[in-house]
Every structure is written in structure tokens, then in C-alpha cells.
T-cell receptor, first 116, second 119 residues
Framework: AQTVTQSQPEMSVQEAETVTLSCTYD???????LFWYKQPPSRQMILVIR????KQQNATENRFSVNFQKAAKSFSLKISDSQLGDTAMYFC?????????????WGAGTKLIIKP | ETGVTQTPRHLVMGMTNKKSLKCEQH?????MYWYKQSAKKPLELMFV???????ENNSVPSRFSPECPNSSHLFLHLHTLQPEDSALYLC??????????????????FGPGTRLTVL
């Protein structure tokens, strides 16, 4: 069975700093996707970034980038130049490629607080 | 309305009540999902509907009953709930791709959720 672990229940940093959220996963599959979702206080879950396991290049989206270490089964999220609007719960999630039910396996989340 | 909407946003009910949660997606998707989100726990997938047919039921108690009358609407009917059912219930939708594609992927778009409290 696949599992996703986020070892940091809560983190806080000053505005403009860089912060890294960790995520590890366990699977015997070779083809899969990894995601980071953001859930602000408004509760709307929003996709931040995704990574295809077959791609060696780390995904980036503006200030958000990932460090994907397939052998170590690690998928951390780096937020550069953090902003107050980045305050949210961040969830790491995993999906087996070709899963006809598109079932996402979720971590328990990391609460990120950006302080002014 | 755009995206995925859910009503009501908040619901308080007694254990003997019957209520329904509604989800509507305006994205032209053909797959919809119900998730349960409890504090400090991973999201739990409850139900999946692809092309209006239920394809997943992760051992959800029968006091939760889904209904998907068309590809745009999804309901979760609630009856005789327990206090431990109090949680945030999230709806999501996606465009289901043909199975068999090696690297098939579809993004799930979420609604804002219904905060349910069972007294």
C-alpha cells in the first residue's frame, strides 16, 4: 500500500524567507505522480505543483519548486521569497499513473505560517 | 458560478437528522469525488463517480449515501450520523481520461467544502 508522510506538523518563517516542506512516500510502483496542494483558511484546496516520476528534472512554478529524489522517495517543496498569502496548510499527495480511479493518497499536512 | 461549488458551507445537525450536501461543478468534467477531511489526518476518499457511475466506495458507512444525477452534480445524503462524522467534506471534479494511457493524469479541482458538525 502507498503511504505519504509529512513529518512537520507546523512551520513558521518570516516574510521573504525561503522555507522547505518535507514529504516522503512509500510505493512499489515505478510510474506515478506527486503533488503539492495548498489549503488556505478559505479551505479551497489548490494545486501548487506536480511532478511526474519519470521526469528527472525538478518541477518549478514561479516561487515554488520541488526537490524530487526518486531513489530516496522524497519530494520536498521549496517556497522562495515567502509571502503572507502563502500562509496555509500544505498537503503532499501521490497518485499511481494509470489508476482508473485517480485515487490520491494524501499526507496529513503541514501548517505553514508566514510572519510579517 | 465558476469552478466547483458546495452548499451549504456550514451544517450543524443532530444524530437523528437527515440532511444532504450538494456539489456542483462548472468545468465540464465527467468525474466527481467526495472526500472527508478530519483534523490532523490525511484526506480520506469516500466516493468516486466516473461518467455518473460509482467506481469507488472505500468502506464508507451506509449512513453516507452518494447520488450523482448527472456529470455536473453530486450529492451526499446524510442520516443518523455520529459525532465522529464531524469533519470538513470536500467535493472535487476532474476530467477522466481514457484508461490504458501509461501516463494519464488529470488534475482534481476542489470546492470550498462543507464544515459538518454532528451534535
Amino acid at each position: 500500500a502507498q503511504t505519504v508522510t509529512q513529518s512537520q506538523p507546523e512551520m513558521s518563517v518570516q516574510e521573504a524567507e525561503t522555507v522547505t516542506l518535507s514529504c516522503t512516500y512509500d510505493t512499489s510502483e515505478n510510474n506515478y505522480y506527486l503533488f503539492w496542494y495548498k489549503q488556505p483558511p478559505s479551505r479551497q484546496m489548490i494545486l501548487v505543483i506536480r511532478q511526474e516520476a519519470y521526469k528527472q528534472q525538478n518541477a518549478t512554478e514561479n516561487r515554488f519548486s520541488v526537490n524530487f529524489q526518486k531513489a530516496a522517495k522524497s519530494f520536498s517543496l521549496k517556497i522562495s521569497d515567502s509571502q503572507l498569502g502563502d500562509t496555509a496548510m500544505y498537503f503532499c499527495a501521490f497518485m499511481v499513473s494509470g489508476d482508473s480511479n485517480y485515487q490520491l493518497i494524501w499526507g496529513a499536512g503541514t501548517k505553514l505560517i508566514i510572519k510579517p | 458560478e465558476t469552478g466547483v461549488t458546495q452548499t451549504p458551507r456550514h451544517l450543524v445537525m443532530g444524530m437523528t437528522n437527515k440532511k444532504s450536501l450538494k456539489c456542483e461543478q462548472h468545468l465540464g468534467h465527467n468525474a466527481m469525488y467526495w472526500y472527508k477531511q478530519s483534523a490532523k489526518k490525511p484526506l480520506e476518499l469516500m466516493f468516486v463517480y466516473n461518467f455518473k457511475e460509482q467506481t469507488e466506495n472505500n468502506s464508507v458507512p451506509s449512513r453516507f449515501s452518494p447520488e450523482c444525477p448527472n456529470s455536473s452534480h453530486l450529492f451526499l445524503h446524510l442520516h443518523t450520523l455520529q459525532p465522529e462524522d464531524s469533519a470538513l467534506y470536500l467535493c472535487a471534479s476532474s476530467q477522466d481520461l481514457l484508461s490504458g494511457l501509461t501516463y494519464s493524469y488529470n488534475e482534481q479541482f476542489f470546492g470550498p467544502g462543507t464544515r459538518l458538525t454532528v451534535l
